[in-house]
């Protein structure tokens, strides 16, 4: 038996009985990110030194009987979360040189937990893109391959680099963020499970902020067990962050067998885009009808304003993102490039600094926030997004969860979907209302395309109420029975 | 009420201002981050990763300094939003880490209020309050520390300020001072700022226009940053001169942001309307709302200090003491307690005269305040009871306050280390009176004949032959019998 086949919940088994030790464990990833991460580049920064050190004092914590469920459990870190002492990068070059002072709240209580983590992974720059092609460290190459090409697939983002090391074996699980389905849809597409939670659960101190209104973090492993053993430790009210929800975190791993007998999932009609990837929608149909045999009562639902999601998304979240990047500006930390005043000084940082899919969500949100355009753009969106959670709200009147698809295609390759942002923006299409509406979501692997790539089902539910998303999760993971994996895996 | 005017060539010109004032608030910490508010330290010495903008870091408000909003808001008699919210005011600069200020543009925290300002003839006027709003500081860049760079000081940054925006009801540089000063005043009662405009604590924004007898208000000018009740005036009437100036020869008063240079006595431009800054507000996303309760409110209200218009009030009825005494008297709080402390259970007029009068001139003379001051309440109240029971007269209390001024020594132990003690023996008096009278028989027939003033002679001289220890009625009294 290979140490890298183990789930999340089988390694922490076998950590606790003594069967396997943290340091053996923790070795084998190392090896495998030593193996594949100059071809995956999933890892910014690998961090083995100080993972071999937390491996070591989480044995001793194991033998001491001391250990959480996490005690040991080698994980990847988003390069979003700062991690004291640890460069952090957001993958931008503006930030290549910074070594934060501080542990990100999320990132401090999996330290706290025994996780070990294996070093800092990749992502679009500032998690902005759905392709992880934007990173100033390259970008990601999905581990999955079409039957019969050797063509390089993107593995989906921001947390690209998070997503693929989970799926090719070079991380046991990871953190993501999720803004507009920026874990969803990279979990989608490399076959794994992910979930955002509902906005507020988690703490965004110390993760670097692209839409505060949106970030959230959350879990990406393998199973929807491991997904619901991380975020039992990732969520909590956290005071140094006024948004976060002070309400009482379950144990998740409970829901898992609540089963969806009785359940009355929702299947919204307006996600029936015209043009959709057909095996995306038969893919739905599979869902429904696991889930219809597995008890639950699937009804038709209507989320009216759908079709206004993206262009809200793309107003709301550059806008804030136009005014939480301002702050890199040469002066204090990161990168500076010299000038001769100060203008001068922030217009060369931040040229040289930031890429151009950052540069150009500066400007959209720039732009829609200036005098003049404000309430065309801003303000309408700000209503535009009331009526989106209103949508949800009304919905879950009805509905205990909402199926969708994940995404609206399968991976795609390296340098596609490049000529035109918008294309790329269109993949967000299923993912953003939920992000707009704060509610939770969760991506499960279903089946496979034709092509031989994975795709993934999206489960909704109220806010708070994570516990019936991984419940419907779980009943479609068993349903799905998928366990296909990709060629690219450390063995 | 005096109308201020001022004369052009074309005519007679009003003017219109409406001040901002920035307060900053007295608290622990700033308004999102646990560092130290005080004034001072090394550079950068109270400095969080919040308040530097640091990746990640978010803000979290700070109980106190809302408080210290609503108070204010109170002591304005303005009206408390128990829900407002806070925005973000984008603009780059060195000293702003966050390269916005979080601020409250829609929803203030503090609505409509009024502030009773008195002229100098003793007019009254209301002056309009608009809002009052929270926001941040920013930090402080020093461009004279090294040749080729600047430097950074991100002590201030973050500290909470409170911008108090008046409506354009000030009509004149003197209302302009008094509301100035009244804010001021009410700030420091509240303990909500402590006013101090050199240290840059409280500062004003002035908007300036001027207009015709009956006219709508024309364009105005923003002087930025005024930092003391005399520039406020000042830059008022240079800036309205100006303005006067630029319609009177055809021209039209562009709005601008312009700055007062006290050296010069001039206002000069800083930036025009067309370069300002699109500040891109929108709501603060790491924010809730402030939601705040009303039973809070009401707390806080109930625990504010008695503020200075109705201490006056009080003062007047209380101690029956003119309007304009009550008003020198409750200028600042300190003053005001001293004055109770000495004036409870004694004559209030006396307590009032002897500090506006003799204290007062003490504290000029000696360079001391009211906190310095050798002379305390208790002693000056002591000096007021040897008076009230006729231990010594009016005139050897001013003697022996000279000696409290002196070396702080109550004044009951001078009147009996020096013998000071009134002399009420009547055969004391009269052997005085008696020797007086044939010491000067010229005057007596002078007196006899008809010269009555001659009276006033005859008691100094005796007052003085008794060392001044004489009871004045009394002396009076002999002088009068003995004259016949």
Partial sequence: MSLLTLTLAQASKALHTGEISATALTTAYIKAIEELNPRLNAFITPTPELALAQAKAADARLQAGTATALTGIPIAMKDLFCTEGVRTTAASKILSPFVPPYESTVSAKLKAAGAVTLGKANLDEFAMGSSNITSAYGPVENPWKRAGSDAKLVPGGSSGGSAAAVAARLALAATGTDTGGSIRQPAAFTGISGIKPTYGRCSRYGIVAFASSLDQAGPMARTVEDNAMLLNVMAGFDEKDSTSANVAVPDFTRALTQGVAGKRIGIPKEYRLEGTNPEILALWDQGIAWLREAGADVVEISLPHTKYGLAVYYIVAPAEASSNLARYDGVRFGARVDGHDLIDMYERTRAAGFGPEVKRRIMIGTYVL???????????????????????????????????????????????????????????????PASLAGVPAMSVPAGLSSEGLPLGLQIIGKHFDEETVFAVSAAIETAAGFSALPELRAK | MATYTLEGRTGTWEIVVGLEIHAQVISESKLFSGASATYGGAPNDHVSFVDAGFPGMLPVINRECVAQAVRTGLGLKAQINLESRFDRKNYFYADLPNGYQISQFQMPIVGTGIVEIELQDGTIKHIGITRLHLEQDAGKSMHDQHPAKSVIDLNRAGVALMEIVSEPDIRSPEEAGAYLRKIRQIVRYLGTCDGNMEEGSMRADVNVSVRKAGEDFRTRCEIKNVNSVRFVMHAIEAEAIRQIEVWESGGEVVQETRLYDPSKGETRSMRSKEDAHDYRYFPEPDLLPLIIEQAWVDELKSKLPELPDEKRARFCAQYSIPFYDAGVLVADQTTADFYETVAKGRDGKLASNWITGDFFAALNRTGTTIETSPVSAAALGQLLDLIADKTINGRIAKDVFEEMVDDGTMPADIVEKKGLRQVTDTGAIDQAVTKVLAENQDKVAEYKSGKDKLFGFFVGQVMKAMQGKGNPALVNEAVKKQLG
């Fill in chain 1, 370 to 432: 200036s005098h003049g355009y404000y309430d065309a753009y801003y303000l309408k969106a700000q209503k535009v997004r009331a009526l989106i959670l209103r949508d949800f709200q009304q919905a879950f009147e009805q509905v205990d969860a909402i199926l969708t698809p994940t995404a609206p295609s399968a991976a795609f390759g390296l340098g596609e979907k490049m000529d035109d942002p918008v294309t790329m923006y269109l993949n967000d299409v299923f993912t953003v």
